[in-house]
C-alpha cells in the first residue's frame, strides 16, 4: 500500500464499530508468551536503530519494554482485567445529577501509539440503580489502557456505564493531550482535544450546562 496512502488513512478518527478491533486470536497466548514474543521483536528494532544491547543501560531494555507493553500500557485489552462495576439499589431515591470530576487518563493514540494524557468528567443521573465512585475511576483506567481514540474511549465508558446503572441519563467528557500532535508532524505543543458523549436526560440542554457550570466549563446560555 501507498505510504502515504497509509499515513492518510491513520488520521482518520473513525471504526466500525465501539468495541476497540480485536484478533480472533488476540487471548490464544498467555501475557508472559506475549512478553517473550515482543521481547524478541523489539530487540530487532533496537538493533535495527544501530544500538548496542551489550551496553549494560540497554540490554534488559527489550525485557522491560515488552512487561510495560503487556502488563501496564495496554492491560485494558484483556477482558479478564476489566473491573466489575458494582452498583447498589437507589434506595435513598436520589434523582439528582453525581459528577466524578477530574480522573487521571494516562493511554496511547492507536496511531502512532504516543502517550495522550488528560482528565475524564463524568456525571449521571440515577434512577433505580447508584455505583460506587471507585469503580468509576477504575472503567475509566481500563479503558484508557489500551490503544485508543479519544472518541471511541468516550464512548465505551458512556456504554459500560448506561448498561450497569440501566438508565441512558450519562454524560462523559475527556479533554487531553496527545503526544502524536505535540512530538511530531504540526508539534503543537498547547493544543488539547475534547470529546463530548452523553444521552438520556443530558440531551435536554439545561443539564448539560449544570455539568458544564460544575466542572467549570464555559457553557451555553
Do not use: W
Not at 487531553?176 to 512530538?183: E, G, I, N, Q
Amino acid at each position: 500500500m501507498n505510504k502515504n496512502k497509509i499515513e492518510l488513512e491513520g488520521d482518520h478518527h473513525f471504526s466500525s464499530n465501539v468495541e476497540t478491533p480485536m484478533s480472533p486470536n488476540a487471548f490464544k497466548k498467555t501475557d508472559d508468551q506475549k512478553i517473550v514474543t515482543i521481547q524478541g521483536f523489539f530487540k530487532q528494532i533496537m538493533e535495527e536503530l544501530g544500538l548496542d544491547l551489550t551496553d549494560d543501560s540497554l540490554s534488559g531494555t527489550p525485557y522491560r519494554f515488552a512487561k510495560m507493553y503487556v502488563k501496564e500500557l495496554f492491560y485494558g485489552l484483556n477482558p479478564i482485567n476489566k473491573p466489575k462495576l458494582s452498583t447498589f439499589n437507589n434506595t435513598y431515591g436520589y434523582q439528582k445529577m453525581l459528577v466524578e470530576q477530574n480522573i487521571t487518563i494516562n493511554s496511547s493514540c492507536e496511531h502512532h501509539f504516543l502517550p495522550i494524557t488528560g482528565v475524564a468528567h463524568i456525571a449521571y443521573i440515577p434512577e433505580k440503580k447508584v455505583v460506587g465512585l471507585s469503580k468509576i475511576n477504575r472503567l475509566v483506567d481500563y479503558y484508557a489502557h489500551r490503544p485508543q481514540v479519544q472518541e471511541r474511549l468516550c464512548l465505551q465508558i458512556v456504554k459500560d456505564l448506561q448498561e450497569a446503572l440501566e438508565t441512558k441519563s450519562v454524560i462523559v467528557m475527556v479533554v487531553a493531550k496527545h503526544l502524536c500532535v505535540s512530538s511530531r508532524g504540526i508539534k503543537d505543543k498547547n493544543s488539547f482535544t475534547t470529546t463530548l458523549e452523553f444521552g438520556g436526560k443530558f440531551e435536554d440542554v439545561k443539564s448539560r450546562n449544570e455539568f458544564l457550570k460544575i466542572i467549570n466549563i464555559p457553557y451555553v446560555e
